[in-house]
């Protein structure tokens, strides 16, 4: 491990990197904040793969495409005069420093629980800081982590079900609702094509109110589900993660399969498909 003197002079190392590069780089020279965004997200989305896959040369690398990115938007914004990455260090410290006064002051805090609702708390005192509970979880998240963290943030300042078992009364209710509306969208005249995922443009109008009512409803159920999971210390991102890439093994086996014998997986019938499928899962995929 690097001591505190080498770690600062490798940080100062790459900003002198960054500064070189925004002045004799061509594509480096160009970037704005908003070119860099959907690379960013790319980067946070390696990141993310690489923490659930537990390679930690991997998380390594990844964390320095993220740290490049901090420092490279820094950068811009400091020869725009705005900021530069002294005061998003410093910022970010002092926030550290306000939020735990636990650590930092003499507060007393015994739970790791209680630290959560603390931090909750302080950030809607904070100058300059989320004036709402909710007004910190960004719009542009996806919409499973977004309800995750709603959820999350709720409970922090006590919002929540008093017994976690509680939560599955809701579960079957939203549940219920969900297959009424889809029965009710069934027995109208219209059509949803499975890749379109909306209503055909002939559809009457009393399919697509109650198409409109059963997605509804499915963001109620899905809602539900997700809360479920955390209160029982479920992440609901990780575990769909998981049983993508699952799927994606199985699938890919199955195709696999099919092509050593030298057909092709749409010459299938289900059941054969099927019986594949249960070979998979007997491999261990």
């Known amino acids: 491990m690097h001591t505190k003197q080498e770690k600062l002079e490798a940080f100062g190392r790459l900003l002198d990197i960054m500064e070189q590069l925004r002045a004799k780089c061509p594509w480096n020279a160009a970037q704005t904040t908003r070119s860099l965004r959907p690379m960013t997200l790319e980067e946070v989305y390696e ?3 690489a923490v659930l896959r537990e390679d930690d040369a ?8 993220v740290l490049l990115h901090i420092v490279f938007y820094s950068r811009i914004a400091e020869e725009q005069g705005k900021f530069d990455i002294g005061d998003v260090a410093t910022g970010v410290s002092d926030k550290m420093v306000f939020r735990h ?3 930092f002051s003499d507060v007393k805090a ?4 209680e630290v959560s609702r603390n931090w909750e708390m302080m950030k809607t005192r904070e100058k300059g800081g989320n004036k709402r509970v909710l007004s910190g979880v960004p719009d542009s998240l996806p919409s499973m982590l977004k309800a995750f963290f709603m959820q999350d943030k709720a409970r922090g300042v006590g919002f929540d079900w008093e017994k976690k078992e509680d939560v599955w009364e ?4 939203e549940l219920a ?11 109208e005249d219209g059509f949803v094509e499975p890749s379109q995922f909306a209503p055909a443009p002939s559809s009457s109008e009393g399919f697509k109110a109650a198409y409109d009512r059963a997605e509804g ?7 539900a589900i997700i809360n479920a999971a955390r209160l029982y210390g479920l992440n609901p991102d990780t575990a769909l ?9 199985r699938f890919t086996w199955l195709e696999e399969q099919t092509i050593r014998k030298g057909r092709m997986l749409s010459e299938l019938s289900l059941a054969e498909m099927d019986a594949l499928w249960e070979e998979a899962k007997k491999e261990g995929l």
């Open 170 to 173: 809701k579960v079957r209710e």
């Open 177 to 187: 609702e969900y297959e009424s509306e889809l029965r009710a969208m069934d027995a």
């Open 217 to 223: 409803e499915l963001g109620d159920f899905l809602f």
């Open 47 to 49: 990141l993310s793969d």
């Open 110 to 113: 015994d739970s790791a629980d």
């Open 58 to 65: 991997e998380l390594r690398k990844e964390l320095g495409d």
């Open 241 to 249: 993660s998981r049983s993508c890439d699952k799927f994606k093994r």
């Open 101 to 103: 006064p636990h650590v």
